[in-house]
């Protein structure tokens, strides 16, 4: 797999029917490694082990609602009470990152309302964080520590 813009972190990989697996320490079990897959490990290593946010607020690709349709977000971080911290969008890294992958986010977050955005194809990271009042984000230089 390609090298990425994030530290060296350590996986395990094992091959199932002919296709390399990596283990989702959030997922508990074995994901086939895709070119997204491996940005979304990253992501995750990357918030346990360099943002020390606690795993047990971490949330792997779940469905969700959104006008009816049925969507599947990439990451999200939950806050004490439930609400949402953080909501990330992993793009493989031969994905370039454009506006249209901002607005998909910011669709999404239309009805998860995460105070924080993250948008990564491993290679580029863009954070944001969100202005509810005035209906648009602010770009941010990394995303900010997580306070219990």
Not at 6 to 19: G, I, L, V, W
Not at 56 to 66: F, G, P
Not at 135 to 146: G, I, R, T
Request: aromatic share 14%; net charge positive.
């Amino acid at each position: 797999m390609q090298k990425l813009n994030f530290p060296t972190f350590t996986f395990r990989f094992k091959n199932s029917e002919n296709k390399v697996a990596i283990f989702d320490e959030i997922r508990k079990k074995f994901i086939i490694l895709t070119p997204e897959e491996w940005v979304r490990q990253h992501v995750t290593q990357y918030l346990l082990q360099e943002r020390k946010y606690p795993k047990s607020y971490i949330n792997v690709e779940k469905l969700i609602k959104i006008n009816d349709l049925t969507k599947r977000y990439d990451l999200v971080v939950f806050q004490p009470d439930g609400t949402l911290f953080l909501l990330v969008e992993c793009k493989a890294p031969e994905v370039k990152i454009t506006q249209q992958t901002f607005d998909q986010i910011a669709r999404y977050n239309l009805t998860l309302k995460a105070k924080y955005l993250m948008v990564t194809n491993g290679l580029n990271h863009y954070f944001c964080e969100m202005d509810f009042e005035n209906e648009k984000y602010v770009f941010l230089e990394q995303l900010p520590d997580f306070s219990l």
